[in-house]
């Protein structure tokens, strides 16, 4: 049992905080998608409005999850508050960064790679139609396509499954990989498969395998899990068998698709709030700000997308500023081209509820940055930055005086005239606090 109070929580002084050092990738590089059905889990835009979300409908394999996790998403609620009401509401467009994002399964281009090869086909001449690969032989297949596994009829679906899940506790790692993999592909689409996996003792034997020193083992695990999440009932047998540590250890040691899929694991755990302090207590969130930093464009955004969740909860907060989130998201913000501005400002704006949060985002250069983004981000941009200016300065005489030593007013100036309505709003609150520093410094000067 995850205590949910962390006593290693000491980050009073923010200059003490020790950091992952970030180098920006080159803002040129560009990462190509293929443009065929999707194999992502927890992504795509996550930032569009409620009334677009029929639009999420694009990537997804498995209509009636996606329907149930936006479902789940209305019933989640923040549980941090902002300072002014205000804050609140603009706050409210970003719960679209991850509750509604489009929720397929199985992100792994390898499963892609393997469901694509062909059976090998006659030598000769036509052939009879082949026979139903019985479950005697399933495991000894090295390659299968999606077919045979839709194909299984719903009276030999358990006892496959068993097979599965005894293989998957076998001395051989080639059995356990063959076994983890089949497991996995079984739980990809179907629904009725995740549940009679879960139900047969598939999670507490997929755990160890996390740990496996067999690279693809690993990935296969951790993606079968990852898939059966996606079932509601699961997603406590996943946390209460212990996964939560083994999910953090494959974000540490596992292949770059692997730690993805655990992040993806991690966020659909944190659906549930209950969930979410318990998974920062684990420590998930120290390598999530590393694959934050270290790893490709995809597994950013997952990084971000799961850091944004479970940052809901104040604590987690806490624990993501003393793990060096900061500073990799101000340079996020200000690179162009990535498509993780958007994200990065996101949760910058969440940890900026906090006073350590506010404290570190001036610290680290956020004030020149967020002005920069009101000055020539979009609309979208524009909105978090300036929200997220309006939460640093509202309590704070010292920040509005860098605000304005930045070049801060021209802008926010434009931002009130031709900004959207929330932008407009927030600007002109913002211009108000900026005169009040004035006011006070030229009464106190001698």
Known sequence: MVSVQDPNISCSSYSQTPYYYYTPPPSSARISRSMGRSMRTIRSNLYKSREE?????????????????????????????????????????????????????????????????????????????????????????????????ESISPEDLQPTVKFCVDGLQSASIAVQRSAAAKLRFLAKNRADNRVLIGESGAVPALIPLLRCSDAMTQEHAVTAILNLSLHENNKSL????????????????????????????????????????????????????????NGSTRGKKDALTTLYKLCSVK????????????????????????????KALVVLSSLAGIEIGRDAIVEEGGIPSLVETIEDGSDKRKEFAVATLLQLCLGSVRNRGLLVREGGIPPLVALSQNGTAKAKHKAETLLGYLREPRHEASSSSP
Do not use: W
């Not at 804050?87 to 399964?105: N, P």
């Not at 101000?330 to 990535?338: A, K, R």
């Open 53 to 149: 979300m029929p639009n999420y409908t694009e990537n997804l394999t498995d209509a009636d999850i996606d329907l149930h996790l936006g479902e789940l998403a209305k019933k989640s609620s923040s549980n941090s508050k902002s300072v002014a009401s205000d804050i609140g509401e603009i706050l409210e467009i970003s719960r679209t960064f991850s509750d509604f994002s489009a929720y397929s399964s199985d992100i792994s281009g390898e499963l892609q790679r393997l469901a694509s090869i062909p059976d090998p086909g006659p030598i000769g001449g036509a052939s009879p139609k082949p026979e139903q690969e019985p479950c005697t032989g399933f495991l000894e297949r090295e390659t299968f396509s999606t077919e045979i596994i």
């Open 315 to 342: 604590l987690n907060k806490e624990r993501a500023v003393c793990a060096g989130a900061v500073r990799p998201l101000v340079g996020l913000v200000g690179e162009h081209g990535t498509g993780l501005e958007e």
């Open 238 to 293: 996943i946390t209460h068998a212990g996964a939560v540590k083994s999910l953090i250890y494959v974000l540490k040691t596992g292949t770059e698709s692997s730690k993805q899929n655990a992040a993806c694991a991690l966020l659909s755990l944190a659906l549930v709030e209950e969930y979410k302090l318990s998974i920062g207590a684990a420590g998930a969130i120290p390598p999530l700000v590393s694959l934050m930093i």
